[in-house]
């Protein structure tokens, strides 16, 4: 059976950044991605200011084919603009663009990446680390695992933490397409109404990423049409303002869509296998910083499990599990609390969001806007 030191399944943000600190920090590495075009997945494409520093030196040149985002703009459903300056400029990017430059990143640090095989099964042999599966390939034995597999999966040994669940109040639907003709400004602007938001974000090469979160409520029955990202989001938002905007715009993709999305803190361990990115904890998307978060959690993981596994007594890691789980806590809870008003205003009936907009100076939406970034707890 081959061995590695770090098995880590999933190769987004998450994974492959946990994959190029465990390979800075000298250990064995292999992650797993079960789609062959990494990337391919809703997002709005907003890489927040907190997020760039960390890719900055990584991955340069695909930064630099993204968009400069230097504002925020909020309309509410009467068209009531409320507009802030970012604390930093952020880049609009599309998720092919930056997972696949991060994934190339690890890869040329020294990672093992393995694309389009998913891990099947997950077996825990106590002292001995793990067992994983991948699809089509031979077991692989790891000192430790790292489950970055984003907000749900299916894995034998390694229960989803949303897996069963049953659809309630809290389940939301999120689209995406791109767009080119669209006149092309420095903000990222979130058109906000009744059981849901639409963003939109200049990304690369003059595109524009169009993404929506919607009540599911909102979209009984409707998804079959959901080819039309404009008709669709036209029907179920009702905002003149976002059509306004749209009009002329032409769709240049297909529609990703996915569900249920349903923001929630989860546990950071699994039997001593950490967990990071949205697999630990999703935050809701309008924050715009579920990308930093990924990427931090997994590189702190990394981080811990390097240092553990340079112990003798590593075992079955509970220690690290423990101090992690701390350390992840200690830097995110904050932003499960800010995002918590945010979302219940997204879900307010639209006279109360509109005079929420007129009462709320633009600096209090910038404010509530930085209480969700992820902060890091001391060590
Ligand atoms: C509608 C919407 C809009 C959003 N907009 C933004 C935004 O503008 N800015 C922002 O910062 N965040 C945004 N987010 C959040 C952001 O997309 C996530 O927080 C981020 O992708 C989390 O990264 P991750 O690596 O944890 O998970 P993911 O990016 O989901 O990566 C997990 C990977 O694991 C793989 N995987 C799963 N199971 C297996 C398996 N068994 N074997 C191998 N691989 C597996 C998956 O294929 C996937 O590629 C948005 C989210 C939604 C839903």
């Not at 059981?195 to 990423?209: F, H, K, Q, T, V």
């Not at 179920?236 to 905007?245: G, I, K, M, N, P």
């Amino acid at each position: 059976m081959e061995e590695t030191d770090l098995g880590i399944i999933g190769g987004g943000p998450a994974g492959a950044m946990a994959a190029i600190e465990a390979a800075r920090r000298g250990l064995k590495v292999d992650v797993w991605e079960r789609t062959a075009i990494v990337g391919r997945k809703v997002c709005g494409g907003f890489l927040s200011p907190e997020s760039l520093p960390l890719f900055e030196e990584l991955i340069p040149d695909a930064l630099r084919r993204g968009s400069r985002i230097a504002r925020a703009e909020f309309y509410s459903p009467s068209g009531r603009l409320r507009s802030f300056n970012l604390p930093a400029p952020a880049v609009g990017l599309s998720r092919v663009a930056l997972d696949g430059a991060l994934w190339r990143a690890a890869s040329e640090r020294g990672a093992r990446c393995h694309a389009a095989r998913a891990i099947m099964a997950v077996k825990y042999l106590g002292n001995r680390g793990w067992e994983l599966s991948p699809a089509g390939d031979g077991n692989v034995r790891c000192r430790a695992v790292l489950a970055a597999c984003g907000r749900w999966w299916k894995i034998d040994g390694l229960p989803s933490q949303t897996a069963g669940h049953r659809r309630g109040a809290h389940d939301w639907m999120g689209a995406q397409a791109h767009f080119e003709s669209l006149p092309s400004s420095d903000a990222v602007e979130l058109y906000f109404f009744s059981g849901g938001y639409c963003g939109l974000a200049p990304i690369e090469d003059g595109l524009y990423n169009a993404c929506f979160l919607v009540h599911r409520s909102l979209v009984r029955g409707r998804q079959a049409r959901l080819e039309d990202f404009r008709e669709w989001i036209g029907e179920a938002s009702r905002h003149d303002a976002l059509a306004c905007r749209l009009r002329g715009a032409v769709q240049v993709s297909a529609t990703v869509a996915t569900a249920p999305v349903r923001p929630a803190r989860k546990s950071s361990n699994f039997s001593g296998a950490l967990v990071a990115g949205d697999a630990a904890g999703f935050l809701d998307p309008f924050t715009g910083d579920g990308i930093s978060i990924a990427a931090h959690s997994g590189r702190l993981a990394a981080r811990e499990i390097a240092r553990g596994l340079a112990r003798p007594e590593f075992g079955a890691g509970r220690e690290v599990a423990r101090r992690y789980r701390r350390l992840l806590a200690g830097s995110v809870r904050r932003s499960h609390w800010a995002a918590w008003p945010l979302r219940m205003l997204v879900r307010a009936p639209a006279e109360l969001q509109n005079c929420v907009a007129a009462a709320l100076p633009a600096s209090a939406s910038a404010l509530l806007v930085a209480g969700t970034r992820w902060r890091p707890a001391g060590a």
